[in-house]
């Protein structure tokens, strides 16, 4: 990028930062969910700009860089992901949602932490460390900037190129963590319970079963239920009543009634596990509504994890409530880390430290040197 300063105020690396200037330039584009051409044609250019030589499958940009060829083994892979998409803007952003604006070190603006703090570090690291050419021999540095993460599973970018990529090694994925690692992260489970009874003119209550008697019987028992295991990242396996649905007129016993219950679950408990324990307790049957994202962990002495750890002196492993494509490679080691507060994510007020933005390039760039000097497990 040109030798000027990208925001006033800024002096010293700050003012010519490589990974702040691509950072603005990616948050000025407004890539809401199914609509993140422009920022992949951006990113694309950037590589390309780089001397690197992108891949598009749609709207989901890949790149590669191999350290010097080892005939004698396959490359070992390392993945950066993270997404293209953001939310849409709040109503009350105290600067234009996607005009980042630079207030007390602070960079404002609608994904600035969620995720482009992360895709413009981790694409300057892969840059930096290709115009370094200091990987490692028999080494693969991929990156995937993917699509449609923000939206719950539906047209995940991540999800559809995985069967097309090489066998991978470990993952990094890009999620605001103020750079500390998080081995774990909890699942989803929904349940719907269906309680039925049997349905009675209201004047003649006791001819009838009123199903919502029974789901008032069962959120009681679900209100004072707690899972013993206890994860030591994640801690408890929570449960939340979210939705209820019963009845059809004011003056008939109803014959059903149907509550959604929201579980963030810990690999304490497998998916099943839950369904069935409650299923055996409570009069209403037990339907898993959705289970597919389940919690996920990596090993805390696993090489990504170790290298994590060395590649930032002073981190610490933590555990995340929060999902992310992190469930799309569960079966893979991997790490969730990235620049940023995780609890600015979706909000008005959504910014990031220019200097904890311009500093993760470099944090990146160490964990993934130290992960390849790793002995493998």
């Known amino acids: 990028m040109n030798e000027m300063t990208i925001y006033d105020g800024l002096e010293g690396d700050l003012a010519t930062s490589d990974v702040l200037g691509l950072h603005r330039d990616l948050v000025e584009i407004p890539s809401l969910s199914h609509e993140e051409e422009e920022a992949a044609d951006f990113l694309e250019r950037y590589f390309v700009l780089n001397g690197l030589t992108p891949v598009r499958m749609g709207n989901n940009v890949l790149v590669t860089v191999d350290g010097p060829s080892d005939s004698n083994a396959d490359p070992r892979t390392l993945l950066l992901n993270s997404h293209l998409d953001v939310v849409p803007p709040s109503a009350d952003h105290p600067f234009p949602a996607f005009e980042p604006t630079l207030e007390g070190g602070l960079i404002y603006g ?126 408890e396996t929570t449960h939340s009543v979210t939705v209820i649905e019963g009845g059809t007129a004011r003056n008939v016993i109803p014959d059903r009634c149907s509550s959604w219950i929201d579980i963030r679950s810990t690999p304490s408990y497998t998916h099943d596990e839950i369904a069935g324990m409650l299923d055996e307790h409570l009069e209403s049957d037990v339907v898993i509504h959705s289970g597919r994202f389940v919690p996920t962990e990596t090993a805390f002495d696993s090489a990504i994890v170790r290298a994590c750890l060395k590649g930032h002196s002073g981190s610490e492993a933590f555990g995340s409530p929060t999902m992310s494509d992190w469930i799309h490679v569960k079966d893979l080691p991997t790490v969730k880390i990235g620049p940023g507060d995780s609890r600015l994510s979706h909000t008005a007020k959504e910014h990031i430290s220019a200097r904890e933005l311009h500093d993760s390039c470099a944090l990146y760039e160490a964990i993934i040197t130290a992960y390849f000097q790793e002995n493998h497990v």
């Open 110 to 235: 609608r994904g600035s932490v969620d995720a482009k703090g992360c895709v413009a570090s981790m694409a300057s690291a892969i840059c930096r460390l290709h115009a370094s050419g200091s990987l490692a021999p028999g080494t693969r540095l991929m990156g995937a900037f993917t699509i449609c993460e923000e939206t719950g599973g539906q047209d995940n970018g991540l999800e559809a190129i995985l069967p097309d990529l090489p066998r991978m090694d470990a993952v990094l994925v890009g999620e605001p963590t103020h750079m500390q690692p998080c081995v774990a992260q909890k699942g989803l489970l929904i349940l719907r319970l269906d309680a039925k009874g049997c349905s009675a003119h209201a004047a003649r209550a006791s001819e009838g079963d009123n199903a919502i008697s029974k789901m008032v019987r069962d959120l009681t028992r679900l209100e004072s239920w707690t899972f013993d295991r206890v994860h030591p990242f994640l801690g």
